[in-house]
């Protein structure tokens, strides 16, 4: 069964700190994708980066970069320079590539609420 | 970008009624839909996966009749929550994937949600 742990029900850091949110899953396939989202309290789901199983370098998007240990399964989360419009629920999920596996099914950790302070 | 909306973004409705929610791509058609339903300050449970043109796939413990999914064509997906109660008092979101060029990653965008609310 494929599985996301997010072990963090909350996190907090202070404004232009850094702050990583753990995430770790597991599966047998070996072809999958991770990704991060936001959800700020309008319930939007925002799309933040990316990393695909074969990827060789860690993803970068901004302020946001994917820590991905393949060997522990750890796909962290790092927020450079916090702002506090970070404040939000922050949702690690995992996808399958192989066949057989539904297309675009995303399978979600329990998620982070993270609050930035002044 | 791509966008998915979601029709209506909050809804309140009497115990007993039914609730259409619409879902639709605006400008990809989406092979494949999903609907995930959120309690407050939980995680995004799959409800159902929705093909255009067959029957939706349900997870296992969500009610098909009470939750019924029409995808009729490749931009719109409705959920519908026929008999509402209480219980069914929640966030619903959906979400629309499109292939990516060529390859086997597909892209997958996310509605903004609807707030279901029954009295």
């Known amino acids: 069964a494929q599985k996301i742990t997010q072990t963090q029900p909350g996190m907090f850091v202070q404004e232009k700190e850094a702050v990583t949110l753990d995430c770790t899953y597991d599966?047998?396939?070996?072809?999958?994708?991770l990704f991060w989202y936001k959800q700020p309290s309008s319930g939007e789901m925002i799309f933040l980066i990316y990393?695909?199983?074969?990827?060789?370098q860690n993803a970068t998007e901004g302020r946001y970069s994917l820590n991905f240990q393949k060997a522990r399964k750890s796909a962290n989360l790092v927020i450079s320079a916090s702002q506090l419009g970070d404040s939000a629920m922050y949702f690690c999920?995992?996808?399958?590539?192989?066949?057989?596996?539904?297309?675009?099914?995303?399978?979600f950790g329990r998620g982070t609420q993270l609050t930035v302070w002044p | 970008g791509a966008v998915v909306s979601q029709h209506p973004s909050w809804v309140i409705c009497k115990s007993g009624t039914s609730v259409k929610i619409e879902c639709r791509s605006l400008d990809f058609q989406a092979t494949t839909m999903f609907w995930y339903r959120q309690f407050p300050k939980q995680s995004l449970m799959l409800m159902a996966t929705s093909n255009e043109g067959s029957k939706a796939t349900y997870e296992q413990g969500v009610e098909k009749d009470k939750f019924l999914i029409n995808h009729a064509s490749l931009t719109l997906s409705t959920l519908t929550v026929t008999s509402a109660h209480p219980e069914d008092s929640s966030f619903y979101i959906c979400?629309?994937?499109?292939?990516?060029?060529?390859?086997?990653?597909?892209?997958?965008?996310f509605g903004p949600g609807t707030r279901l609310t029954v009295t």
């Open positions: 990393q695909g199983s074969y990827d060789q």
């Open positions: 979400s629309a994937t499109r292939p990516r060029d060529s390859s086997t990653l597909y892209e997958q965008y």
């Open positions: 599966t047998s396939d070996p072809s999958y994708g």
């Open positions: 999920a995992m996808r399958l590539f192989d066949r057989g596996s539904t297309l675009g099914r995303l399978y």
